[in-house]
C-alpha cells in the first residue's frame, strides 16, 4: 500500500484537541502513513508524546533551534521529511485541533491518482470548540473560486493546507519557500501555486475535515471581503505579484500569470472579475479589479516619471523602484531565485544596469570642448523655462545679468530640464535686464541633451543648487581651466530637504567641495556655520531680492470699505518645509478661539494648488495657487492677515512682501531667523499649534502698520545682489575695486 507522510506543526495545543486530532488519524481508512510533528513552540515535546501514545500513533519529533510561526514550521517539517522518508511519494498536512474524517487520505490518494494531478483538496465542516458543527461547509462559507487555476490562487486561495494531500514533487519544487517578513502569505497557498503551474489541482466537494472555529485559531474560515484600503490594495497587488514572479522563477514560465509582468495582458483579470461576481464570490472580483487596475498603471506611471526629465533609459529602474514601494508593504522582500540555485539570477530576470541608481542629476550630461574665443561665466541652473522659474533660479539669473552688466560673457546652462522654446526662454531672461546692451553678453544653452560645449581655460561656474554643486565640482577637475574652484549660490539648507538618506548625504557633501560660498542672507550663513560647516573663502552674503517699494508704495484701501477682512496662507502642501498641516491646524484653532464664521473672514492659499480646505465656523480655505505675477502685489495690498510658514534659516519671500504690502504676518522662527526684527508688524511664532494660533489672534486684532513701517529695511541680512556681482567682478578683473553695499 502507498504510504503517506503526515506533518503537523504543533504550538502551545490544547490537549483535548491535540488527542482528538491525533485520535482521527490513527483511525484513518488507509492505514500506511507516518507523521511528523514538528515542536513549533520547543516546548510541547512531552505533551505530543503522550497524546500520540494514548491515540495508538508513533511519532517522529523535530525541535527547531528557535520557535517558528505556521509558515515555517511546515517549512522546516516539509524539508526534513523528504530527508527522513526518501521513498515516501505522498505528503499530507495536518492542523493541531482539527478532525480528520476515517477517509480524508484514502479519499484524497484516490483522487489524486485518479485525475493524475500534484494537489488534491476538500471540502470541509465547520466546528466549534466543543467539536458541534456550525452553519456551511467551508466553500459555501467563504464562497471561494470555482477555479484552482494559478491566477485564481492569488486572486483567492481557493486550498486550505490541512484538507490538501499532494506529490514529493511538489514539496521538492517548493522548497525554500519564498521569504516574507512576519507572515504575508500561508504555506499552503504557495504549495497550490506549484502544484496548479504543474499537473493541476484537484477539488473534492465532499468534506474530508472537520475544521475546528475557536478564538486561538492561526487562520479560521473568513468571507474574503478583500483590502479595505488603498494601502492594502496595494499591499494585496504586491503580494501576488511577488509570488507570481517567485513562481515563474522556481518552475518557469507561467501563461496564466502573464498579467502580472505584461500590461498588455491586464484585461484578463478584468474577466475573472466578471466571471467570479457573476458567482457572488465579491471579494476576489474586487481583488481582480484591483489587479487590473495597478497592472496597467504601473507602466504609465513609470512613463510618467522618465518624461519628467530622467530620460527613456530610467524607465526600468523607475518601475523597480515602485516595485520595491510595494514590496515593502508586503511581502517586504524583493521576489529572486532560491540560495540554492546559485547567486546568479534567473534567466527570466535580468540583471539591471548600475546606472539606474544614479542620481542623474549629478552626472555631467554635456562634454566641455575647449574651442571657445573668450571665458565666460556659466551659470548652472536647474531649468531655464519661464514657467518653471521661482525665485531660486530668478535670484541665479539676476546675479548673471548683473555680471554680464560688467561686460562679462554670461552663459546660463539648464541642467536638469531640456529647454522647451529657447527664443521664450531667452526672453524671459532678458526681460529681467536693466539694460538693453546685455544682450550681447547673455547665451542660453540646454545642458540636458548632451553634445559638446564650447569651454574655455578662464572660464568660471557658478552652482545655484547641491547637485549643480557637484557638476560644478566635476568641471573644475579639469587641470586645463584657470579657475580651479567655483562660487556656490546658497538659497537655502538644502539637507533639510530631505530625510537622511543619498540626497541628504549629498546636499551635505555639496559644502565640502572646495566652493566660494554666496549666501542669500546673513541669516543662512550663520545657521550654516551652527552646523560646523567651514568654508575656505569667506562668504559673500546678500539680502534677499525682494522690491520692497514694489509693495510698500501700494495704496491699501479702507478698512471700513471691505467686505470683509481677508487672510491669505502660502499654502504648499507638497513642500513639507512650509508646515502646510501644521498652517491648517493653527488656522482651525484661531477662527475656534476668535468665534469666527464664514460672514467675518476670507482665507485664501496662495502658493500651490489644492483642495479647498473646511475649517470650523464653516470657513473654507479657498485655494487659488500660484496668482500672476501682475496680480500678487496688488492681491496682497487687499489682504488684511497672512501666515507663511518655512522651516528653514532662510526667511523666503512671502512673509517680507506680506509685511510690505501692509499686512500683519505671521511667521516661525528658526535657529536664528527672527523675521519680527524686521518690523513690528511681522510677529515670530514658535512652530507650534498654541503659538501659532495666539499669533494670529494677536495679529488679527493689531492696528495696520504706518507707512514708514511697510518701508522694510533689508540691510541687516546683506549686501545687495549687486555687490556680489562687484566681488566676483573685481576677483576676475583682479582688481582692488571697492563694492558698495
Known amino acids: 500500500m502507498t504510504r503517506i507522510c503526515v506533518v503537523m506543526a504543533v504550538y502551545q495545543p490544547n490537549a483535548e484537541f491535540l488527542l482528538q486530532q491525533l485520535a482521527s488519524i490513527a483511525a484513518q481508512t488507509h492505514t500506511q502513513h507516518d507523521l511528523l510533528c514538528v515542536i513549533a513552540d520547543r516546548t510541547s515535546d512531552d505533551l505530543v508524546v503522550k497524546t500520540a501514545r494514548e491515540a495508538g500513533l508513533d511519532v517522529l519529533l523535530l525541535r527547531p533551534d528557535t520557535p517558528l510561526d505556521a509558515v515555517r514550521a511546515f517549512e522546516f517539517g516539509l524539508t526534513r521529511a523528504l530527508e527522513a522518508f526518501p521513498d515516501t511519494q505522498f505528503f499530507a498536512l495536518a492542523d493541531q485541533d482539527d478532525i480528520w474524517l476515517p477517509s480524508r487520505l484514502g479519499d484524497g490518494l484516490a483522487a489524486l491518482k485518479r485525475a493524475d494531478t500534484d494537489l488534491v483538496h476538500s471540502d470541509a465542516t465547520l466546528i466549534d470548540h466543543q467539536g458541534r458543527q456550525i452553519g456551511q461547509f467551508l466553500f459555501h462559507y467563504d464562497k471561494r473560486p470555482q477555479r484552482d487555476d494559478a491566477r485564481s490562487l492569488l486572486c483567492g486561495n481557493t486550498v486550505t493546507g490541512m484538507t490538501a494531500l499532494f506529490r514529493r514533487s511538489v514539496v521538492e519544487r517548493a522548497l525554500p519557500f519564498p ?42 474560515a473568513s468571507r474574503g471581503q478583500g483590502p479595505a484600503s488603498l494601502r492594502e490594495a496595494a499591499a494585496s497587488y504586491a503580494l501576488a505579484r511577488f509570488l507570481a514572479i517567485s513562481l515563474r522563477q522556481r518552475v518557469g514560465e507561467t501563461r496564466n500569470l502573464r498579467p502580472f509582468w505584461k500590461p498588455t495582458h491586464a484585461v484578463r483579470f478584468i474577466g475573472d472579475a466578471a466571471r467570479h461576481a457573476a458567482t457572488g ?9 484591483i489587479f487590473a487596475a495597478i497592472s496597467a498603471a504601473r507602466p504609465a506611471w513609470a512613463v510618467g ?29 524583493q521576489p529572486h531565485a532560491p540560495e540554492s540555485e546559485g547567486t546568479e539570477q534567473s534567466a527570466t530576470q535580468s540583471a539591471e544596469p548600475w546606472w539606474v541608481h544614479f542620481d542623474p542629476r549629478t552626472r555631467l550630461r554635456w562634454t566641455p570642448a575647449f574651442t571657445a574665443p573668450r571665458p565666460a561665466i556659466n551659470v548652472l541652473v536647474p531649468s531655464l523655462n519661464p514657467s518653471e522659474i521661482f525665485a531660486g533660479i530668478a535670484t541665479a539669473i539676476d546675479l548673471g545679468l548683473l555680471l554680464a552688466k560688467r561686460g562679462h560673457a554670461v552663459r546660463f546652462i539648464a541642467t536638469d530640464l531640456p529647454v522647451a522654446a529657447p527664443a521664450a526662454s531667452r526672453a524671459f531672461v532678458l526681460s529681467r535686464a536693466s539694460q538693453p546692451a546685455v544682450r550681447d553678453h547673455v547665451t542660453l544653452t540646454c545642458g540636458v541633451k548632451g553634445g559638446t560645449l564650447p569651454t574655455h581655460p578662464g572660464d568660471l561656474y557658478v552652482a545655484t543648487a547641491w547637485w549643480t554643486a557637484h557638476l560644478a565640482q566635476t568641471l573644475t577637475q579639469d587641470p586645463r581651466l584657470r579657475a580651479r574652484d567655483f562660487y556656490y549660490l546658497i538659497q537655502d539648507y538644502e539637507p533639510l530637504f530631505y530625510p537622511w538618506g543619498t540626497e541628504h548625504a549629498g546636499a551635505l557633501a555639496s559644502y565640502d567641495l572646495g566652493a566660494r560660498p554666496v549666501f542669500n542672507t546673513r541669516l543662512l550663513a550663520d545657521y550654516t556655520r551652527m552646523q560646523g560647516h567651514r568654508f575656505a573663502a569667506e562668504p559673500l552674503v546678500f539680502a534677499p531680492s525682494i522690491n520692497v517699494a514694489q509693495y510698500a508704495d501700494l495704496p491699501r484701501p479702507d478698512r471700513r470699505s471691505r467686505r470683509k477682512p481677508r487672510l491669505v496662507l502660502y499654502g504648499r502642501p507638497e513642500v513639507p518645509r512650509n508646515l502646510f498641516p501644521l498652517a491648517i491646524e493653527s488656522l482651525g484653532r484661531f477662527v475656534e478661539s476668535e468665534g469666527l464664521t464664514k460672514s467675518e473672514i476670507e482665507i485664501v492659499s496662495l502658493g500651490l494648488k489644492h483642495r479647498n480646505v473646511l475649517l470650523p465656523g464653516g470657513i473654507e480655505v479657498q485655494s487659488r495657487g500660484k496668482l500672476p505675477w501682475s496680480d500678487y502685489p496688488g492681491f496682497l495690498a487687499n489682504s488684511d492677515v497672512g ?26 522662527r528658526f535657529g536664528p531667523k527672527d523675521l519680527g526684527t524686521l518690523a513690528p508688524h511681522i510677529l515670530s511664532s514658535d512652530m507650534t499649534v498654541p503659538a501659532l494660533s495666539a499669533a494670529l489672534s494677536r495679529a488679527w486684532h493689531m492696528p495696520e502698520p504706518t507707512i514708514a513701517q511697510r518701508g522694510i529695511s533689508l540691510t541687516a541680512l546683506g549686501h545687495s545682489l549687486d555687490h556680489v556681482a562687484c566681488a566676483i567682478d573685481a576677483r576676475l578683473s583682479e582688481g582692488s575695486q571697492r563694492c558698495a553695499a
Open 305 to 333: 516619471r522618465a518624461a519628467s526629465g530622467l530620460g527613456p533609459k530610467a524607465l526600468r529602474g523607475e518601475l523597480t523602484r515602485l516595485d520595491e514601494r510595494l514590496y515593502a508593504m508586503s511581502p517586504g522582500q
Open 281 to 289: 464570490r465579491f471579494g476576489p472580483a474586487r481583488q481582480a479589479i
Open 179 to 220: 521569504p516574507q517578513d512576519g507572515v504575508h502569505f500561508y504555506h499552503d497557498l504557495w504549495l497550490a501555486l506549484i502544484a496548479a503551474a504543474g499537473r493541476g489541482i484537484t477539488r473534492l466537494s465532499k468534506p474530508l475535515v472537520a475544521y475546528r472555529q475557536h478564538e486561538t485559531n492561526t487562520l479560521g
Open 643 to 668: 501666515l507663511s510658514l518655512m522651516m528653514s534659516p532662510h526667511p523666503s519671500h512671502p512673509p517680507i512682501e506680506m509685511a510690505a504690502a501692509g499686512m500683519r504676518v505671521v511667521t516661525n
